[in-house]
């Protein structure tokens, strides 16, 4: 890999006035400012719907946009949405995502926007050319008929024409909406990584419309459900509870259903993070009714011909393999056998005792490096809550021994940069220097989560300078 560097911060974390980051004018800025650092890379997380905890991991379509990142002031431009209506949806806070009003307000305002579209026969084209956006429109509005109840539990068959129209004029507005912020970036020399979970939602239409691809009875309801086994981060495990893939049926027609979500997922970005990508390999597969994901066994996944597919369409774009948790040898095998550069991350590599991969000198170039990820402590609120002693081996291999260990951040910045790490990514709180309270999720925990953003003033704040001289110093330009 060339020596690249850049910065991990979801959408929704972006400076607006609208209650949550979005594709404004602030996304723009935000690539002005990677530009200006020497950063190349903008990673973000999925742009799916959120679910009940706010989480995008966990939505009603792998493939359709999340409505609540669409620009409100570039819907005004168009003559979709008036100015006293922007005056009225404009935010309590600027500094967390206001979920409790987006979902009570925001859908109520695009459906007037998409009552005052007048372009119906292109929105209505390009849904039309996009059959799985279709898909997840008719599923939202059949799921409107029916009290937002979950498909299983459907019994109205008729559905709303102006609320199938609406869907269709939000996916249309956000997808017109990042191409331009995608153009804008690529112009100006930076590329965007987005995130792919490996698993989809039980209520969405994804499985909705294709109930032949997963672990499902007669009657519709999983049999065995994801999650992971008990780690670092939980002690019981994690009980994900998505339903789980039918991969001998999808090995049938070559992956069709995969193909079609890579391939949208590489129209969307100029490289993906596959999440989860241990399952591959082999799944965590836990029973339905089980209480804890301690009760899941491991199940092989498809393993190489799944690697060959994504490379076959993948051509020059970049895939993250997320090669964290309980991984074996069979799983760096398949990361090694596959191409794709796996994950190191700073933090774990000092939680115990001996060498790990996660050590600074054991990095390789095909591998991307992160201080943390979105479910980890920010690195200065890991290093804040390390013991005495563990912090200061950290810090001394790091080359830092001053008993004052609060000026030892830079040298941890700098051991990462100057790695063989072939991509280094920090999230935005690390270059912000910010603690444990601006951590983004704690895996586990259902509330509290996804809701950091930063203000213009915070991003303007940071030292561009230290990290274009950490960029050009260690040739990540």
Same mark, same amino acid.
């Given at each position: 890999m060339d020596?690249k560097?850049?910065?991990?911060?979801?959408?929704s974390?972006l400076?607006?006035?609208?209650?949550?980051g979005?594709?404004?004018?602030s996304?723009r800025?935000?690539?002005? $400012?990677?530009?200006?650092?020497? +950063? %190349?890379? *903008?990673?973000v997380?999925?742009f799916c719907?959120v @679910?009940?905890c706010?989480?995008?991991?966990?939505?009603?379509s792998s493939?359709?946009?999340?409505?609540?990142?669409?620009?409100l002031e570039?819907l005004?431009?168009?003559?979709?949405?008036?100015?006293?209506e922007?005056?009225?949806?404009?935010q309590?806070?600027?500094?967390?995502?206001?979920?409790?009003?987006?979902y009570?307000?925001?859908?109520m305002?695009?459906?007037?926007?998409s009552?005052r579209?007048?372009?119906r026969?292109?929105?209505e084209?390009f849904?039309d050319d996009n059959p799985?956006?279709?898909q997840?429109c008719?599923?939202m509005a059949?799921?409107?008929a029916?009290?937002?109840?979950?498909?299983i539990?459907?019994k109205?068959t008729?559905?709303?024409?102006?609320?199938?129209f609406?869907w269709k $004029?939000?996916?249309?507005?956000? +997808? %017109?909406q *990042?191409k331009?912020?995608?153009?804008?970036?690529? @112009?100006?020399?930076?590329?965007i990584?987005?995130d792919?979970?490996?698993y989809?939602?039980y209520?969405?239409?994804d499985?909705?419309?294709?109930?032949e691809?997963?672990?499902l009875?007669k009657?519709?309801?999983?049999?065995?459900?994801a999650?992971?086994?008990?780690?670092y981060?939980?002690a019981?495990?994690?009980?994900?509870?998505n339903?789980l893939?039918?991969?001998?049926?999808?090995?049938?027609d070559?992956?069709?259903w995969?193909?079609?979500?890579?391939?949208h997922m590489?129209s969307?970005?100029d490289g993906?993070?596959?999440?989860?990508?241990?399952?591959i390999?082999s799944?965590?597969?836990v029973?339905?009714d089980a209480?804890?994901?301690r009760e899941?066994?491991?199940?092989?996944?498809?393993?190489?011909?799944f690697?060959d597919?994504?490379?076959?369409?993948r051509?020059?774009k970049l895939?993250?393999a997320?090669d964290?948790?309980?991984?074996?040898?069979e799983?760096?095998?398949?990361?090694?056998?596959s191409?794709?550069?796996g994950?190191?991350?700073?933090q774990?590599?000092?939680?115990?005792?001996?060498?790990?991969p996660?050590?600074?000198?054991?990095?390789i170039?095909?591998?991307v490096?992160y201080?943390?990820?979105?479910?980890n402590?920010?690195?200065?609120?890991y290093v804040?809550?390390l013991s005495?002693?563990?912090?200061r081996?950290?810090?001394?291999?790091?080359?830092?021994?001053?008993?004052d260990w609060n000026?030892g951040y830079?040298?941890?910045?700098?051991?990462?940069f100057?790695?063989?790490?072939?991509?280094?990514?920090?999230?935005?709180q690390?270059?912000l220097?910010y603690?444990?309270?601006?951590r983004?999720?704690?895996?586990?925990k259902a509330?509290?989560?996804?809701?950091?953003?930063?203000t213009?003033?915070?991003?303007?704040g940071i030292d561009?300078g230290?990290?274009?001289?950490?960029?050009?110093?260690?040739?990540?330009?």
């Amino acid at each position: 890999m060339d020596r690249k560097s850049g910065v991990l911060m979801h959408v929704s974390s972006l400076p607006g006035d609208f209650s949550i980051g979005g594709f404004s004018d602030s996304a723009r800025h935000f690539v002005d $400012f990677l530009k200006d650092c020497g +950063f %190349t890379y *903008w990673q973000v997380l999925p742009f799916c719907m959120v @679910d009940e905890c706010n989480s995008p991991y966990k939505s009603y379509s792998s493939f359709a946009g999340n409505p609540y990142f669409i620009d409100l002031e570039t819907l005004c431009r168009k003559g979709l949405v008036t100015g006293e209506e922007l005056g009225e949806y404009r935010q309590q806070t600027p500094y967390s995502c206001e979920f409790v009003r987006l979902y009570h307000t925001r859908t109520m305002l695009l459906h007037e926007a998409s009552k005052r579209a007048g372009n119906r026969d292109e929105i209505e084209k390009f849904i039309d050319d996009n059959p799985y956006l279709e898909q997840f429109c008719r599923f939202m509005a059949f799921k409107s008929a029916n009290g937002e109840k979950c498909w299983i539990n459907w019994k109205k068959t008729d559905i709303d024409e102006e609320i199938l129209f609406m869907w269709k $004029f939000i996916q249309f507005e956000f +997808f %017109t909406q *990042w191409k331009e912020i995608k153009k804008y970036a690529n @112009d100006r020399g930076i590329k965007i990584i987005g995130d792919l979970p490996i698993y989809v939602s039980y209520d969405s239409a994804d499985v909705w419309a294709n109930k032949e691809l997963f672990e499902l009875d007669k009657k519709g309801a999983p049999i065995s459900v994801a999650g992971v086994p008990p780690d670092y981060f939980a002690a019981d495990g994690q009980l994900w509870g998505n339903p789980l893939y039918k991969w001998d049926k999808m090995r049938e027609d070559g992956y069709a259903w995969w193909r079609a979500r890579m391939q949208h997922m590489l129209s969307m970005f100029d490289g993906v993070r596959i999440d989860h990508f241990r399952a591959i390999e082999s799944y965590w597969s836990v029973p339905a009714d089980a209480e804890t994901a301690r009760e899941g066994k491991w199940i092989k996944g498809p393993g190489k011909e799944f690697c060959d597919m994504l490379n076959e369409i993948r051509r020059d774009k970049l895939i993250i393999a997320e090669d964290l948790g309980d991984v074996t040898e069979e799983v760096h095998e398949l990361v090694r056998y596959s191409g794709f550069p796996g994950m190191r991350v700073f933090q774990f590599g000092f939680l115990g005792d001996g060498d790990t991969p996660h050590k600074p000198h054991n990095y390789i170039n095909n591998c991307v490096a992160y201080t943390g990820t979105h479910d980890n402590n920010t690195l200065l609120g890991y290093v804040w809550e390390l013991s005495d002693i563990r912090r200061r081996e950290m810090l001394e291999y790091c080359g830092y021994t001053s008993p004052d260990w609060n000026n030892g951040y830079d040298s941890i910045l700098r051991t990462i940069f100057e790695s063989n790490a072939g991509l280094v990514i920090l999230p935005i709180q690390d270059l912000l220097g910010y603690g444990s309270d601006t951590r983004l999720n704690i895996p586990g925990k259902a509330d509290g989560n996804w809701q950091f953003r930063v203000t213009r003033e915070q991003l303007g704040g940071i030292d561009r300078g230290k990290f274009r001289h950490f960029n050009e110093i260690y040739a990540r330009i």
